[in-house]
């Protein structure tokens, strides 16, 4: 798979959040900046755009952009967006948005950080932490449990291999812990099957390497975390819009939507509703949206990308 520095989805996502000059958004992962820098052109000085990255490079390299274009209107925030209701709510009391945008994942310019492990090419030290510095992959690779490791690589990887990988990982490790990208590549590679490494279409380590980044960032858990605050940051007509890249987390934000659609989400076998629910959603994309074939042309990383829309009521 070729990465290339390009948001995914652009159009669409300013599409659905409707910027206009003056209105607030929040990017909850600026990434390379592309979301943010195009609302905050639209916004114009009267707007406001806050975005949140864990990584300080994303931070540095938005903050450099955003000079060299004399964008004052944006505010870079470094915490995870697990805590975007907190973070928001503490630097503008009571204020509501227009829109809250995620583009989950990793970014380009993490999977080309020689300093990181995200990529399967070359020889790095094992850590997969969008935040950095961090030795919680080289923790779990070396001392989560056989089960454990199976779940992470089945579930989060869709890895139809995950046993055999977890049994080379397990014997790699009894003789010297597993502490670096070329180490685990070699652990997958002797687990494999041939035809299977040397598919042209998905690199063998790619599901492997997934799983452990979702793992490593607790990505689902912060995703969960963040959907109803998103939600109560928004005012009544503001956008909510979610670019994903994995089954289970597009089933997350379908899930959420369903729910906040519905007036009542007590069980089906009571009578009278007893939860009091509103909706508060309208939802705009029954299906996903998916990236058109001009831009998976160009843009490969967009070929996995389901976009969901909804509007708060
Ligand atoms: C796919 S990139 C976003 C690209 C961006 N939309 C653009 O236009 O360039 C995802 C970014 O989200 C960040 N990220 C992922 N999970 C996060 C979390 N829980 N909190 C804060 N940032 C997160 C990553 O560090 C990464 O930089």
Do not use: W
């Amino acid at each position: 798979m070729r990465y290339h520095h390009i948001p995914v989805m652009l159009d669409e996502v300013v599409a659905y959040l409707q910027p206009e000059p003056g209105k607030k958004f929040i990017d909850c992962t600026l990434g390379g900046a592309g979301y943010t820098l195009a609302l905050a052109k639209i916004v114009g000085p009267a707007g406001k755009v806050v975005a949140f990255d864990l990584d300080s490079l994303a931070i540095k390299n938005a903050q450099e952009s955003l000079d060299q274009q004399h964008l004052t209107q944006v505010e870079l925030v470094q915490a995870n967006f697990a805590v975007v209701g907190r973070e928001a709510g503490e630097r503008y009391p009571n204020e509501k948005f227009d829109g809250v945008v995620f583009d989950l994942g990793l970014s380009s310019a993490q999977l080309d950080d020689r300093t990181r492990g995200f990529s399967f090419v070359g020889d790095l030290p094992l850590d997969m932490s969008f935040a950095g510095s961090s030795q919680a992959t080289i923790k779990l690779i070396n001392k989560a449990k056989p089960a454990e490791l199976e779940k992470i690589i089945k579930e989060f990887g869709e890895e139809r291999y995950y046993r055999s990988i977890v049994k080379s990982i397990v014997e790699f490790r009894r003789h010297q812990p597993i502490t670096t990208t070329g180490q685990l590549v070699e652990a997958i590679a002797r687990a494999v099957p041939a035809a299977y490494r040397h598919d042209r279409r998905l690199n063998f380590a790619t599901r492997t390497f997934q799983s452990l980044r979702i793992a490593t960032n607790e990505e689902l858990v912060s995703l969960e975390a963040a959907l109803p605050q998103a939600l109560a940051l928004l005012k009544p007509g503001g956008r909510l819009v979610v670019v994903s890249f994995h089954s289970l987390e597009d089933r997350l934000v379908k899930q959420f939507f369903v729910r906040e659609a519905k007036d009542c989400v007590c069980p089906p076998q009571n009578f009278i509703c007893a939860c009091g629910h509103q909706a508060e959603l309208n939802i705009l994309t029954k299906k996903p949206i998916t990236a058109t074939a001009e831009e998976i042309a160009h843009n490969p990383r967009s070929s996995s990308a389901k976009l969901r829309a909804a509007e708060k009521i």
